[in-house]
């Protein structure tokens, strides 16, 4: 069986407009790697407990987009994980990466 986990991540240091690199932790059997998202938020605003990004403001339609995004980034994850259930093959990291999470 395997041990899978994906967590959303900020990056602790921030580039000169205040915002900085979002990313998921993904844990498969104990072995740790990082998928860039390519999206930059303010680290206040992300929810790493929810998985999403908060609002930046009221109207924020870049927010929705990008949380949208990530979701279906962990749909893609966890499509990967029920394959994997299903041959009854091990999981490997490069594997989730490779599967273009």
Not at 60 to 87: P, T, W, Y
Request: aromatic share 6%; glycine share 4%.
């Amino acid at each position: 069986m395997n041990k899978t986990s994906v967590y959303l991540r900020v990056r602790d240091r921030p580039r000169n407009d205040g915002n900085s690199s979002v990313y998921f932790s993904i844990t498969v059997n104990g072995l740790v790697d990082k998928l860039n998202l390519e999206i930059y938020w303010p680290e206040k605003l992300v929810d790493k407990a929810a998985n999403n990004l908060k609002p930046r403001n009221k109207a924020d339609k870049v927010c929705n987009n990008n949380n949208l995004m990530i979701g279906k980034e962990i749909g893609k994850f966890n499509e990967i994980l029920v394959i994997h259930r299903l041959s009854s093959n091990i999981l490997s990291i490069d594997q989730c990466i490779k599967g273009k999470l």
